[in-house]
């Protein structure tokens, strides 16, 4: 989980927009691109996005930013353009004064994202794409019936999002999680009315719409991830894996759901902590550290499970039961981020434990 509380700070932009961005955490520094509705206020602890922050978090320093003209970033009199767009990710980037760091992004986020890691190679070391696309459905490679698809669903932000009525924002909630629960789709629907102005969220979907960064993510030298959902209802599984096979050497992880977000409460979810925390890099500090947190006896048993014992060995060795030995492996498991045994024996190991051989 996130702490409690936050410090929100604010950088400026080329065009002296203020944008918003919060840093939380510890460890190495992992960038999440921002989004058209993104809201460090309102994401820190709600069922929307709580959960995907609190594992990028997770024994890393996180830092996260407000899209112009939404939360807390400036949202009157502005230009919206992609260009812009990446240029608030630069000022963010530089006033944190990071040389270099991982990054995330969702949907549009990915695409500034993509964007950065072509133009300053040096500085992103990973990067993991959620739910995006190439280009944009009014951009020139998007078919007519896309541009068509996509300017009445502007039509429709510009008319319907200002009403107190939800029934407008409902429609694009439930292309975006449409296996959402009903406490899900109110919160979603909330965190759009109350992140950004309907004239703001229409000409920041415009900006991203319009985007192409074909070029920039074959340009690509970082490893890559990306995840994507096979009945995306907003962004087509196929676009995903379309991406993925234009940036050298990515990994693609396909998942199994409907959600263009995916909850932790979906089975999916354990496909995207699986593939992030084998994908994202551990040094040995930052083992160290994760070990740290353990207890005497839990770091016995990490001891002996990266020398590889069994659960019937650990028993006897010992002297509890083995179910006593699963509960402790499970706990264990989930102190330091491991989602599996194998997972738990590397992070072990690169923090010095497991290394002897006697008995």
């Not at 002296?16 to 058209?36: D, E, F, M, N, Q």
């Not at 959402?180 to 415009?206: D, M, V, W, Y």
Request: proline share 5%; charged share 20%; glycine share 6%.
């Amino acid at each position: 989980m996130l702490p409690s509380t936050q410090q929100v700070r604010f950088c400026t932009s080329r065009d002296g927009t203020r944008i918003a961005y919060t840093i939380s955490g510890a460890g190495p520094v992992l960038v999440r691109a921002p989004h058209w509705m993104s809201s460090i206020n309102l994401e820190h602890d709600s069922q929307v996005w709580s959960h995907w922050n609190a594992l990028l978090a997770r024994h890393r320093t996180l830092i996260r930013f407000d899209q112009r003209g939404c939360g807390l970033s400036d949202r009157d009199g502005l230009e919206f353009s992609f260009e812009r767009f990446v240029e608030d990710f630069e000022a963010v980037v530089e006033v944190a004064g990071l040389d270099r760091f991982d990054l995330f992004g969702f949907s549009g986020g990915a695409m500034t994202g993509v964007t950065y890691a072509a133009r300053f190679p040096h500085r992103v070391g990973h990067l993991i794409i959620h739910s995006s696309t190439a280009y944009g459905p009014l951009s020139a490679p998007a078919s007519a019936k896309f541009r068509q698809t996509a300017a009445t669903q502007l039509e429709a932000i510009e008319l319907g999002w200002p009403n107190e009525n939800p029934a407008f924002r409902q429609l694009f909630t439930s292309m975006l999680i449409p296996d959402g629960t009903s406490e899900q789709f109110r919160l979603f629907n909330e965190q759009i009315r109350l992140t950004t102005p309907p004239a703001n969220g229409k000409r920041i979907i415009e900006a991203f719409w319009n985007a192409d960064i074909r070029t920039e993510a074959r340009n690509l030298r970082c490893p890559t991830l990306v995840l994507h959902s096979r009945q995306d209802g907003r962004i087509p599984f196929e676009q995903g894996r379309e991406l993925a096979g234009m940036i050298p050497a990515a990994r693609f992880v396909p998942l199994e759901s409907r959600n263009h977000l995916i909850f932790e409460t979906e089975s999916a979810w354990k496909q995207v902590v699986e593939a992030i925390n084998d994908f994202l890099p551990v040094s040995s500090g930052r083992s160290t550290a994760i070990v740290d947190e353990l207890t005497s006896r839990e770091r016995e048993v990490l001891e002996l499970v990266a020398r590889g014992l069994a659960n019937v060995e650990l028993s006897a060795r010992l002297k509890i039961s083995e179910k006593t030995v699963r509960n402790h492996v499970s706990t264990i498991l989930s102190k330091i981020g491991a989602v599996s045994r194998a997972q738990a024996v590397a992070i072990a190991r690169d923090a010095g434990l497991g290394r002897s051989t006697a008995p």
